[in-house]
């Protein structure tokens, strides 16, 4: 198992256009999880899947950001119409419910807005 | 509203230095408690997590927390640091039970261990 994985790792977007990304977890874990971080913060939170039920979503996650995982595997999350403040780190974690070992990290893509 | 909250910024130390860093939390409920690391260039890895049982938790690297409840803190300690220490430190809180659909981090020390 080669952990979880996110692409691309770095991109470079203009303002206004769309990004999309994706996480691939640990396989057997049923739980999937999407993390923003900027500089100088701790990773916050965005949504959870577990399997391919969309759990929860925080008050961070806007219109313009939409996550899927449609087969309760890989997961991707879009950011429509970016913005500058869109520009952070945005890391996929995942883990396994009910025996809570707490999450595995993957590499995070960053993501610029010029 | 639920937080955490790390004391120091960053921290200087020189190896063979002890450690100890601060974490404190508001969070109603039991709670999980956890410590993530980021290694230069590197994704956060898990360092040590509090679910319960005893206060003191040892995890890896010679790393241990204490949790004091009546402090609402789970502060990270080490002994005696090494320069291959250093990293970004982040304190974690999750609700206790089925739904731990979200951790909470604090913003994070950064560890600098002079050779």
């Known amino acids: 198992d080669t952990g979880v994985s996110q692409n691309p790792r770095h991109k470079i977007t203009k303002r206004g256009q769309n990004v999309t990304f994706r996480c691939d977890p640990i396989s057997e874990h049923n739980r999937l999880y999407w993390y923003r971080q900027t500089l100088g913060q701790g990773p916050e939170f965005l949504t959870y899947?577990?399997?391919?039920?969309?759990?929860?979503k925080s008050r961070l996650l806007s219109d313009r950001f939409s996550a899927e995982r449609p087969k309760g595997s890989f997961s991707t999350l879009e950011i429509q119409r970016t913005e500058q403040g869109d520009s952070a780190m945005y890391l996929c974690?995942?883990?396994?419910?009910?025996?809570?070992?707490?999450?595995?990290f993957g590499s995070g893509t960053r993501l610029t807005v010029v | 509203a639920q937080s955490v909250s790390q004391h120091n910024h960053h921290v200087i130390l020189s190896e063979a230095a002890s450690l100890e860093l601060g974490c404190n939390y508001s969070y109603g409920g039991t709670v999980n408690l956890f410590w993530y690391v980021q290694y230069p260039g590197q994704h956060l890895q898990l360092l040590l997590k509090?679910?319960?049982?005893?206060?003191l938790v040892k995890g890896i690297k010679g790393f241990e927390a204490e949790f004091i409840k009546s402090k609402f803190s789970f502060n990270l300690r080490k002994p005696s640091v090494q320069w291959s220490d250093t990293a970004e430190y982040f304190c974690?809180?999750?609700?206790?039970?089925?739904?731990?659909?979200?951790?909470?981090f604090g913003k994070g020390t950064k560890l600098s261990v002079k050779p």
């Open positions: 899947f577990q399997n391919e039920a969309q759990l929860e």
């Open positions: 974690a809180v999750s609700g206790y039970g089925g739904s731990q659909g979200n951790l909470i």
């Open positions: 974690a995942s883990s396994q419910s009910g025996q809570y070992y707490g999450y595995t």
């Open positions: 509090y679910f319960s049982g005893d206060p």
